[in-house]
């Protein structure tokens, strides 16, 4: 497998296109381009499984790699295919698996009261949409579009993709590539001015930034009134006492921009990252729409340590769970997910081509800027560089709450750079209480 984050020498380059994901201090992304640029020559399957195997530390997953503890994997992963679901009977506490294991067949997996629980180190493969509302914080709607406007928005994108590059960022002397292309769309001229002056990606700014296209824009109010609708559904049915996030904005939420992230072959992926809260707020809302080849979308909860670095809950908490994203889904990432939950989008051997997409997956990504986080509300660090909000993930203290980091040029600790701790964004967005 090539490896998917290429370490290039490059001294003096600057960064071209920064991403708007949140790669944070335990960012797999970044944790698997440290050890490739340590060892190029080691797939990043391998790094990948050392890492795993030493619980994300990236200095006992070097060490074990250095030692030659890690071995290529005997067996080729599963492809991704559509086929029929074997492994939630691993997992359910109590399965009944009622019928069905074609491709288009509605498959009813559990029972509504079944428990259902992954395992530390295994995958949790869910596939329908009432079993991913309850045991992750997203919600799936299948069969999204009508097929051709589907299909038309697929085929337009698949047209600009041939355009995307993949984003960079740099670390320590290296330039870091994402392990698949990109682009990102605003409305306007002007927001295209805006977001390549004054906004500001991990540590630095985005040269590639369009004009939305017909079929997005097309796309956009279906987009819009699904995920209102997702949102009120999810606060009903899920959140105490049927009542908002704290800190969860009560507004409409309105996609002004879109990320669009196109994976061409099973090897294109992204590392597990949050995505970046600077301009989305707390608790973001995210609206996914999948295009082309089905790929699996893998989730895992973040569970906090305590003070003296043991898990809060048992190891379990933390299982990953595979999403199953065909052609014209939408995903609707909720308020609990950026803050709680990592999520990543895995390599795998082989993929199902799909007629019009060949191998490639379109991925849009609709997200609400929110206009309390523009750029001109950032506060900057002592560098002058504008900060980055983020979530206390990791430790029970403080955990959940909000504060500006400083923007990491480099691979400095986050901890360290720190400039407040606290609900700091409520003096101005006290409305989000
Ligand atoms: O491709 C996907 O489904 C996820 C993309 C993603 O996580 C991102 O753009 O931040
Ligand atoms: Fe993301």
């Known amino acids: 497998m090539d490896a998917f984050l290429r370490g290039t020498k490059r001294k003096s380059a600057s960064v071209t296109q920064a991403s708007a994901r949140d790669d944070d201090e335990d960012s797999t992304e970044v944790k698997l381009a440290m050890l490739a640029s340590l060892y190029p020559n080691i797939s990043q399957e391998i790094l990948l499984d050392a890492l795993l195997a030493k ?3 990236v200095d006992q997953a070097a060490s074990s790699l250095h030692d030659g503890q890690m071995e290529s994997p005997k067996k080729p992963r599963a492809a991704v295919t559509v086929g029929s679901q074997t492994s939630l009977r691993l997992f359910a506490s109590n399965p009944t698996v009622i019928e069905g294991t074609g491709v288009a067949k509605k498959t009813k997996l559990l029972s509504k009261k079944t428990k259902l629980l992954s ?17 992750t914080p997203c919600s799936i709607i299948h069969n999204f579009l009508p097929q051709e406007e589907a299909n038309d928005l697929l085929r337009e994108m698949l047209e600009e ?10 670390l320590f002397d290296n330039i870091v590539q994402s392990p698949h292309t990109s682009s990102f769309y605003v409305a306007t001229d002007a927001e295209v001015n ?15 930034v369009r004009r939305i296209t017909p079929q997005l824009l097309r796309v956009r109010p279906k ?7 997702e949102i009120q559904t999810r606060i009903k ?31 294109e992926s992204v590392g597990y990252h949050s995505d970046h809260l600077t301009y989305l707020g707390p608790r973001a809302v995210i609206g996914s729409l999948s295009l082309g080849v089905a790929r699996e979308f893998r989730v895992r909860r973040v569970v906090p340590k305590d003070a003296d670095n043991s898990p809060t809950e048992d190891g379990d908490a933390q299982g990953q769970i595979s999403i199953h994203l065909p052609h014209n889904s939408l995903l609707i990432m909720h308020a609990d997910m950026q803050e709680e939950w990592k999520h990543s989008i895995a390599p795998v051997q082989a993929i199902d081509p799909h007629p019009v997409a060949g ?75």
């Open 237 to 267: 049915t899920r959140y105490p006492d049927g009542k908002k996030l704290k800190y969860q904005c009560p507004d409409e939420w309105t996609p002004n921009a879109a990320f669009v992230n196109c994976y061409n072959g099973p090897h």
């Open 194 to 208: 805006t977001q390549k002056h004054e906004y500001f990606y991990y540590g630095g700014a985005l040269e590639d």
């Open 55 to 57: 619980d994300g530390s």
């Open 223 to 229: 987009v819009q009134e699904a995920v209102n609708r």
């Open 359 to 433: 191998n490639r997956r379109i991925n849009v990504t609709y997200r609400d800027y929110k206009p309390n986080f523009h750029p001109k509300f950032t506060p900057s660090c002592k560098c002058s560089l504008p900060a980055v909000l983020r979530t206390v993930q990791r430790k029970k203290d403080n955990w959940g709450k909000y504060f500006w980091s400083k923007s990491r040029l480099s691979f400095d600790s986050l901890v360290n750079n720190s400039l407040a701790l606290s609900d700091l964004f409520i003096l101005r967005n006290t409305k989000y209480m």
């Open 119 to 135: 395992k530390k180190g295994t995958t949790l493969y869910l596939y329908d949409p009432e079993d991913i509302a309850e045991h």
């Open 161 to 170: 993709s041939k355009s995307f590059e993949r984003a960079t960022f740099k």
